[in-house]
């Protein structure tokens, strides 16, 4: 086997320009205002000349994935989020048509909040236009993960009404009102499947796993409030389940971005997400490039 050796980026370009393109399987996870990082992962891709064969997002991944599957190039992707969260007095007022109940309970949830934001409302309220269409029609092979509530199991959303399915997925309980998909009530798909590995490695040969789930952070003894505790025990869960589903099937390459310092509804640190986290490109370039040499050995 040849020595591993960590290239410059225009030297990887050119290693993988130049030799067939293995099939990637894309696994995007959950994580709010953190899974602006993702877009990063995107970045890679591009700059390498690489489309993944299929993508599975969940939650914010979903978001992000459905972009990039639609046509949009990461650097696109990356200027509509700083562009839509830029302006704190214009996301209020996008948050305010999409409301259901008291502005204030939907800034504040908490355990006892009847304020609902509607997904779809807000989906179109933030989303690129050509974000939109069926999952179907997308130039890349797409998979949404939701939860179906009655149903006690994930669902992996391969067909039908694009925002809807992923309004579906980022159904964050509490804070986002729950979507109907087939006759179904689908909440956040984080619930079931938070990093859909097997899903993203359907017809791929590697899968490329992004996790930006992380967990609570604090200093010890201090107890957390009723918010803190409510979204802290979610990641808890889901990191459960990550650690779970990756035994039986674990990514080819694992990248968990730097994005300790900030929470899940922290989108109006568009920017600043993205650019803490620009060192996940770089390094996703490096692993798709050992990978490529180790399978051609």
Excluded at 163 to 185: E, G, N, Q, T, Y
Excluded at 238 to 253: E, L, T
Aim: proline share 7%.
């Amino acid at each position: 086997m040849p020595e591993l050796v960590e290239q410059p980026p225009e030297t990887l370009e050119r290693h993988l320009t130049s030799t067939s393109e293995p099939r990637i399987g894309l696994a995007l996870s959950a994580g709010g205002a953190r899974g602006l990082a993702h877009v990063q992962a995107l970045a890679a891709f591009d700059e390498l000349g690489l489309k993944p064969h299929r993508i599975a997002g969940t939650s914010m991944g979903a978001v992000v994935g459905a972009a990039y599957a639609a046509g949009l190039s990461a650097r696109e992707i990356r200027q509509h989020m700083v562009e839509v969260f830029k302006d704190r007095r214009e996301v209020f007022a996008r948050l305010w048509r999409a409301r259901s109940g008291r502005f204030g309970d939907l800034m504040t949830p908490n355990l006892t909040n009847r304020a609902q934001a509607n997904p779809e409302r807000l989906l179109h309220a933030f989303l690129p236009h050509a974000v939109d269409g069926r999952i179907e029609d997308t130039k890349i092979p797409l998979a949404i993960v939701a939860s179906d509530f009655y149903g006690w199991h994930e669902v992996a959303l391969t067909a039908g009404p694009l925002r809807r399915a992923i309004a579906a997925s980022i159904a964050i309980p509490m804070v986002l009102k729950p979507v109907i998909v087939d006759k179904r009530v689908m909440v956040d798909g984080g619930a079931c499947n938070p990093l859909p590995v097997e899903i993203a490695a359907q017809g791929a040969d590697f899968v490329v796993a992004v996790d930006v789930i992380n967990g609570p952070h604090g200093p010890g003894g201090k107890i957390p409030t009723a918010y803190e505790t409510a979204f802290g025990a979610s990641q808890l869960m889901m990191q459960s389940i990550v650690k779970a589903k990756m035994a039986s099937r674990p990514p080819d390459i694992l990248i968990r971005p730097e994005i300790a310092p900030y929470r899940v509804l922290d989108f109006l640190k568009a920017r600043e997400i993205l650019e803490s986290t620009e060192a996940t490109k770089e390094r996703l370039k490096r692993e798709i490039d050992r990978l490529m040499v180790k399978s051609q050995a």
